[in-house]
C-alpha cells in the first residue's frame, strides 16, 4: 500500500509561484509513475503533469511553460513548482501515483490552490 500526502498549497496573486510536494510511503517509489491532477469546482478532474521513474516528464498544454514537476528518489518526494499563476489555476491538486510494476493506483487527499488577487 502505498500513501499520498500532499502539501504546498494556498492562496497566491496572480503571477506569482506556489510549490507543491507529494510525500509518499512505502519502499516502492523508485518504481512509481507519479503525476499531478486537479480538479476546479463544476469540473472534472483534469491531468497536469506527469514524471516517470527515469525523470521523463510531460505536461498538460495549459501549464506547459509555467509548471515543472520533479521528484527526489532519495526523499520519496515529487513536487510540482508552479509560476506565474494564473485564476485559472485555482484547483484542488491531487497526487497520484502508479506502479509501473502492478499497475496499482494511488491518489493522495488533495491540497487547494487558490489564485485571486
Known amino acids: 500500500q502505498v500513501r499520498l500526502v500532499e502539501s504546498g498549497g494556498g492562496l497566491m496573486q496572480p503571477g506569482g509561484s506556489l510549490r507543491l510536494s507529494c510525500a509518499t510511503s512505502?519502499?516502492?517509489?523508485?518504481?512509481?509513475?507519479m503525476g499531478w491532477y486537479r480538479q476546479a469546482p463544476g469540473n472534472q478532474r483534469e491531468w497536469v503533469a506527469r514524471?516517470?521513474?527515469?525523470?521523463?516528464?510531460n505536461y498538460a498544454d495549459s501549464v506547459k511553460g509555467r509548471f515543472t514537476i520533479s521528484r527526489d528518489n532519495a526523499k520519496n518526494t515529487v513536487n510540482l513548482q508552479m509560476n506565474s499563476l494564473k485564476p485559472e489555476d485555482t484547483a484542488v491538486y491531487y497526487c497520484?501515483?502508479?506502479?509501473?510494476?502492478?499497475?496499482?493506483?494511488?491518489w493522495g487527499q488533495g491540497t487547494q490552490v487558490t489564485v485571486s488577487s
Open positions: 497520484n501515483a502508479i506502479s509501473t510494476r502492478t499497475g496499482s493506483q494511488y
Open positions: 512505502g519502499s516502492i517509489f523508485s518504481i512509481l509513475d
Open positions: 514524471i516517470n521513474p527515469g525523470g521523463t516528464t
